[in-house]
């Protein structure tokens, strides 16, 4: 017993010693030094210059890495515009009035701006001219519009139908009216309207996402899959 506590008196002492040692710098006694490297400076924000508009950004960007452009919507010294960023240093290329969701056909040099109640306008990606606007139902805040990078194809959407646009004639090619289940509580409540959008240019697939449940404080989302040639539905999953 005498032997064990001996042993700990050992163990506790050079604990001891070495806690000092690294207090003190180490063997030589001198003060540890910390490195100033080791310390983060801030990085002061520098003051806007006089007269530099101030900008706001307030949506997905689009990216056309050919024109080294971006887009957004967003604002202007306050003021909603659809924002025109240099992809090399953010400067504010341009801003334009035509506001909405937003998708880019950066191939073709088009933009696609949902207006919802205003309807949908395609622009030329460069100079912002309006080419044509295409009347869709009445609604507010749409979902984004997305574009068949192979074909150039756009679909915009409103409530759960899905609108198959041909941009170089404005026209509407196909309207396809989706049929996902939509209760509230345990009562039918039609069909769900689109939420989200998203297309797979790759693999020629069209993701749409739906609330199909909805009894505070429980929601469900449903993710489907269409195929973004004949829009015939590939596969679905609930996102409890």
Same mark, same amino acid.
């Given at each position: 017993m005498k032997r064990l506590h001996g042993s700990l008196a050992l163990i506790v002492l050079l604990s001891l010693s070495a806690c000092s040692l690294l207090r003190l710098g180490g063997l030589g006694g001198e003060p540890a030094v910390r490195s100033e490297s080791a310390v983060p400076l801030p990085t002061a924000t520098g003051a806007p210059s006089s007269g530099a508009p101030q900008v706001?950004?307030?949506?997905?960007?689009?990216?056309?890495?050919?024109?080294?452009?971006?887009?957004?919507?967003?604002? *202007?010294? #306050?003021?909603?515009?659809? &924002?025109? @960023?240099?992809? %090399?240093?953010?400067?504010?290329? $341009? !801003?334009?009035?035509? /506001?909405?969701?937003?998708?880019?056909?950066?191939?073709?040099?088009?933009?696609? *701006?949902? #207006?919802?109640?205003?309807? &949908?306008? @395609?622009?030329? %990606?460069?100079?912002?001219?309006? $080419? !044509?606007?295409?009347? /869709?139902?009445?609604?507010?805040?749409?979902?984004?519009?997305?574009?068949?990078?192979?074909? #150039?194809?756009?679909?915009?959407?409103?409530?759960?139908?899905?609108?198959?646009?041909?941009p170089a004639t404005a026209a509407i090619l196909e309207t396809t009216p989706l049929s996902v289940a939509h209760p509230v509580g345990d009562e039918p409540a039609g069909d769900a309207p689109i939420y989200q959008t998203a297309y797979d240019a790759t693999a020629g697939r069209l993701y749409l996402s739906f609330i199909t449940y909805n009894c505070i404080p429980w929601v469900t989302m449903t993710l489907v899959a269409y195929d973004g040639r004949d829009l015939t539905e590939t596969g679905r999953h609930d996102l409890a």
């Open positions: 706001a950004i307030l949506s997905p960007l689009q990216i056309d890495s050919r024109h080294g452009r971006l887009y957004a919507t967003g604002q *202007v010294n #306050g003021l909603p515009k659809l &924002l025109v @960023l240099s992809a %090399a240093d953010g400067r504010l290329l $341009a !801003a334009w009035d035509t /506001l909405g969701q937003l998708a880019l056909d950066a191939a073709r040099n088009r933009l696609v *701006v949902d #207006g919802g109640r205003q309807g &949908l306008s @395609l622009l030329d %990606a460069t100079t912002g001219e309006v $080419a !044509a606007v295409v009347a /869709l139902p009445a609604q507010d805040g749409p979902p984004a519009p997305q574009i068949d990078a192979e074909t #150039g194809l756009v679909y915009a959407f409103r409530q759960a139908t899905i609108y198959t646009i041909d």
